[in-house]
């Protein structure tokens, strides 16, 4: 795999054993003793991600505010510290990506998205800048180390000179972690507490290897992207590229809580007000299958013998010890508790519609 790209921490994954994986260019850990063990490190315990493939993307100048708010659905004019989930769309309401805006000062800003979209967002981004923006891509500027799980707090507390818990959800802070600065965030994606670091490249291996000597005693694990992706699926929080995408808009994805329809115009909101007004034809649904099998990305879903969805995500929960799934259906269809059929290798399998998230 000497084609892809390599974050500072690779050598240290191998050393560890991991398995690796091509994950959207990149050549990154699935595992290292297991996913189900690592699951559950970070559900009880904690666990230490390396996800500095990630993209960030800086925008600064005068007319950053405007721009931003623009540029993604959400509502960024907050105060500075603050870390907004958002998706940024198309003019028709397709979503180009979701991602975090960290807002580091008044004018600068901080746009975390998914490494295989990263070209494609900057790309946007410098396109529709105005003459008073500057946007740059960042990306192998840092590297981004997540802390997650419920003994996330104690175990980086040991690390800081601050009192960490005054750190609230989706706040961020520049200090210090075992005597190195760094951007420190409370934020993740896997449903549990924790905290997310961008950091100098050079210092990954020693921040990863301080952290993990702090952990000892609280059962931390490193944990690949194959569990990430079981933790994420449990919290319903939705993958780009199986979940949402270009085709999908965030109203049938169920991220309405994202589209701030009462702030300045921005990119998709014309074709978003009429979606909201007609209403969705579809929606994103969770379910569990009631037989045996893994429910696929692209697998039918069927009501009635009769083609009425697709799924998007499915996984083996190891938290509810039961195979779940997400996926759109037919909005007539969608109501808790319906009986649907999933299509595994032309096998059906049946499943029932559930809540969100699946815990």
Request: include cysteine; hydrophobic fraction near 40%.
């Given at each position: 795999m000497d084609y892809l790209k390599k974050t500072a921490l690779n050598q240290l994954h191998h050393n560890l054993g991991?398995?690796?994986?091509?994950f959207g260019g990149w050549e990154m850990p699935v595992q290292y003793t297991g996913i189900i063990e690592e699951h559950q490190a970070v559900r009880n315990n904690c666990g230490l991600f390396d996800v500095s493939h990630m993209g960030e993307i800086e925008i600064t100048g005068p007319g950053a505010t405007s721009y931003v708010n623009k540029l993604v659905t959400n509502q960024i004019d907050v105060e500075v510290g603050r870390v907004i989930y958002t998706p940024m769309c198309y003019e028709d309401g397709g979503i180009i990506d979701d991602l975090l805006v960290?807002?580091?000062?008044?004018?600068?800003?901080?746009?975390?998205?998914?490494a295989s979209n990263k070209d494609k967002d900057f790309e946007w981004i410098s396109k529709n800048a105005p003459d008073d923006v500057n946007a740059r891509d960042l990306t192998d500027q840092f590297g981004l180390l997540a802390l997650q799980g419920p003994k996330s707090e104690e175990v980086l507390s040991s690390l800081v000179n601050f009192d960490l818990s005054e750190l609230k959800p989706f706040r961020l802070l520049n200090e210090k972690v075992n005597g190195h600065e760094m951007i420190i965030?409370?934020?993740?994606?896997?449903?549990?507490?924790?905290?997310?670091?961008?950091?100098?490249?050079?210092?990954?291996?020693?921040?990863?290897?301080?952290?993990?000597?702090a952990g000892e005693d609280y059962g931390i694990m490193?944990?690949?992207?194959?569990?990430?992706?079981?933790?994420?699926?449990?919290?319903?929080?939705?993958?780009?590229?199986?979940?949402?995408?270009?085709?999908?808009?965030?109203?049938?994805?169920?991220?309405?809580?994202?589209?701030?329809?009462?702030?300045?115009?921005?990119?998709?909101?014309?074709?978003?007000?009429?979606?909201s007004d007609a209403g969705v034809d579809r929606k994103l649904i969770g379910f569990i299958l009631k037989d045996r099998g893994i429910a696929r990305h692209g697998y039918d879903i069927e009501v009635n013998d009769k083609k009425a969805g697709f799924v998007t995500s499915g996984s083996f929960s190891p938290t509810l010890d039961e195979n779940i799934g997400?996926?759109?259906?037919?909005?007539?269809?969608?109501?808790?508790?319906?009986?649907?059929?999933?299509?595994?290798?032309?096998?059906?399998?049946?499943?029932?519609?559930?809540?969100?998230?699946?815990?």
């Amino acid at each position: 795999m000497d084609y892809l790209k390599k974050t500072a921490l690779n050598q240290l994954h191998h050393n560890l054993g991991a398995k690796m994986i091509d994950f959207g260019g990149w050549e990154m850990p699935v595992q290292y003793t297991g996913i189900i063990e690592e699951h559950q490190a970070v559900r009880n315990n904690c666990g230490l991600f390396d996800v500095s493939h990630m993209g960030e993307i800086e925008i600064t100048g005068p007319g950053a505010t405007s721009y931003v708010n623009k540029l993604v659905t959400n509502q960024i004019d907050v105060e500075v510290g603050r870390v907004i989930y958002t998706p940024m769309c198309y003019e028709d309401g397709g979503i180009i990506d979701d991602l975090l805006v960290y807002r580091i000062k008044p004018d600068h800003y901080m746009l975390v998205v998914n490494a295989s979209n990263k070209d494609k967002d900057f790309e946007w981004i410098s396109k529709n800048a105005p003459d008073d923006v500057n946007a740059r891509d960042l990306t192998d500027q840092f590297g981004l180390l997540a802390l997650q799980g419920p003994k996330s707090e104690e175990v980086l507390s040991s690390l800081v000179n601050f009192d960490l818990s005054e750190l609230k959800p989706f706040r961020l802070l520049n200090e210090k972690v075992n005597g190195h600065e760094m951007i420190i965030s409370r934020t993740g994606y896997t449903g549990e507490d924790g905290f997310e670091l961008y950091l100098n490249p050079d210092l990954a291996e020693t921040i990863w290897n301080s952290i993990m000597e702090a952990g000892e005693d609280y059962g931390i694990m490193p944990a690949g992207l194959g569990c990430r992706n079981t933790l994420r699926l449990e919290a319903a929080l939705c993958l780009y590229g199986n979940d949402i995408d270009e085709e999908i808009n965030p109203l049938e994805a169920g991220l309405n809580w994202t589209v701030k329809f009462d702030k300045d115009d921005f990119y998709g909101k014309s074709a978003l007000l009429e979606i909201s007004d007609a209403g969705v034809d579809r929606k994103l649904i969770g379910f569990i299958l009631k037989d045996r099998g893994i429910a696929r990305h692209g697998y039918d879903i069927e009501v009635n013998d009769k083609k009425a969805g697709f799924v998007t995500s499915g996984s083996f929960s190891p938290t509810l010890d039961e195979n779940i799934g997400m996926g759109y259906l037919q909005n007539q269809y969608a109501e808790v508790g319906r009986e649907i059929s999933i299509l595994i290798r032309n096998r059906e399998v049946k499943a029932k519609v559930v809540e969100l998230p699946f815990i």
